[in-house]
């Protein structure tokens, strides 16, 4: 074997470790870029429980936006994923819905709900509740939620607003089941 042959033998090798080892560095790129993505922009929830009926049913597949509200306050008519209050004597996450925002009064009076002494209407409430709760006002950052299956939700009727940094995001997408796969789900029952 000449001289070049044997340069040619130790370039093929260089160059296929050169490609293995950008795999791997390609690979450590992405899986940084995904869990980056995860951490701040989208994270997936499973609904655990009936508070959210007819809205959202036990299993169902969600995905939050956790960047939205980075730049805009959250509204009324949310449907939100959060960290429980201390109150709730709970460590798994909730989903409910925005009821009421910074400044809103809110008292709830025999299943009906009062936002500034106004009766709201909430078509999307199949289950009603005659949990009532005193009036209050909501404080800079405070969000009144409530679950739309009022019967049974463990709500801000019980442990009081929580605050808008207990909030994770909003939920963006639902991915299963199949036949409801959307784009902020629970708005257009909020909107009837």
């Not at 980075?70 to 004597?89: C, E, L, M, W």
């Not at 009064?105 to 299943?111: A, F, R």
């Amino acid at each position: 074997m000449s001289k070049i042959d044997n340069m040619d033998t130790i370039n093929t090798s260089n160059k296929a470790k050169t490609k293995k080892d950008m795999s791997w560095t390609s690979f450590f790129i992405l899986l940084a870029i995904i869990m980056l993505f995860r951490v701040f922009v989208l994270e997936p929830h499973s609904v655990s429980g009936s508070s959210m009926d007819n809205t959202f049913k036990n299993k169902d597949y969600v995905f939050v936006d956790k960047l939205t509200y980075r730049f805009k306050s959250p509204q009324k008519g949310d449907v939100i994923v959060f960290n429980p209050p201390k109150a709730a004597n709970n460590e798994n996450r909730f989903i409910k819905r925005i009821i009421a925002i910074p400044g809103d009064t809110v008292e709830i009076k025999d299943g009906v709900t009062y936002i500034n002494k106004v009766a709201t209407k909430e078509s999307f409430v199949e289950f009603t509740s005659t949990k009532n709760s005193d009036s209050i006002i909501l404080k800079d950052n405070e969000y009144f939620v409530m679950g739309d299956n009022r019967y049974v939700s463990y709500d801000s009727r019980y442990w009081g607003p929580i605050k808008k940094d207990e909030i994770q995001g909003r939920v963006f997408i639902r991915l299963y089941p199949f036949n409801k796969i959307g784009l902020f789900p629970g708005i257009k029952e909020y909107n009837k």
